[in-house]
């Protein structure tokens, strides 16, 4: 900025002041007034004797469409200095309509414009000789369309046949019409809206009964917004279940797969387990099989002396087998008896 300061400080000025009024006199310029030819202001003029071009309207609701219009006539000619009229609300209201802005706040929208030099307060509807002497205005620059208004089929029809005018083009699909429009058509919806930010019914004229309506409207639209909110987590939440559940399934068929390998593994018919119970159980029956005998140097056993001797073989009598029947056993009694006698 600094440095923009010294090269160029008129420019710096333009960036950081709003646009100058008109005076009431005569433009006070520097070098002579001569009349211009478009292709003399288009080849470029002396610093000191910029090309002067003059562009009017109600600019009511100024927006993006009023700007490139400007734009455009800034940018006619190397050398431009754009000044702009801006009808009264007196004769706005007489030749066009009511209008949204008062003249004070569009003048000052203007001024604001970084495409505008110099605003004209109170601007002819029609432009005359003696304001365009007045204001030594080189040429005016509009749309082509032909604007009828007051009387006449074209009001810049003279400006014309005069060789001074310059067209500029519209932009399609914005307009201060349009806007309006909106606002109509969605009308309940901006007093809804008012009504929300603090406004009164009677700012607003609203009756009584529309204003209970738009507040029983906005509640309702208040308690349609929380169950969304609410409808809106609820299925974020069971997303994130159903995530989890997914993962715990995945997580349990794995260990199950992990679990059923393990036990066959282990149990199955050539398991681990098997194989060891085979191994013992080949042991054991080969150990029962063949026991281990005594150490052949071992010494011999022998009876000690103070136990009696087994009695002769002839004392021991065999035992007889048990009897099967009641007959058999009184037969062997009998027999036994006798066996008796005849030892005695």
Known sequence: MEELEHTCPQLVTMLTEPAIFAKDTSCECRAPHEKLSIAQARRGTPMDRPVRVYADG??????????????????????AYLIVGV????????????????????????????????????????LTQDFLEKHQIDFVAHDDIPYSSAGTEDVYKHIKEAGMFVPTQRTEGISTSDLITRIVRDYDLYARRNLQRGYTAKELNVSFINEKKYRLQNQVDRMKEKVKTVEEKSKHFVYRVEEKSHDLIQKWEEKSREFIGNFLELFGPDGTWKQVFSERSGRMI????????????????QLSPSRSPSPP???????PASPSSPKE???????????DENDK
């Open 313 to 319: 073989s002839c004392w021991s009598r065999p035992r």
């Open 87 to 126: 009808c009264s609300d007196e004769l706005t209201h007489k030749y066009k309509g009511f209008t949204v802005m008062t003249e004070d706040e569009r003048y000052e929208a203007l001024r604001h414009c970084r495409y505008v030099d110099e605003v004209v307060r109170d601007a002819p509807w029609t």
């Open 329 to 339: 056993a009184s037969a062997s009694f009998s027999s036994m008896s006798e066996e």
């Open 58 to 79: 109600i600019f009511d609701l100024f927006h993006s469409g009023h700007a490139r219009a400007l734009m455009q006539a800034k940018n006619l000619f190397p050398n």
């Open 286 to 301: 080969s150990y029962a099989m063949s026991p281990r005998g005594s150490p052949s140097n071992s010494p011999p056993r």
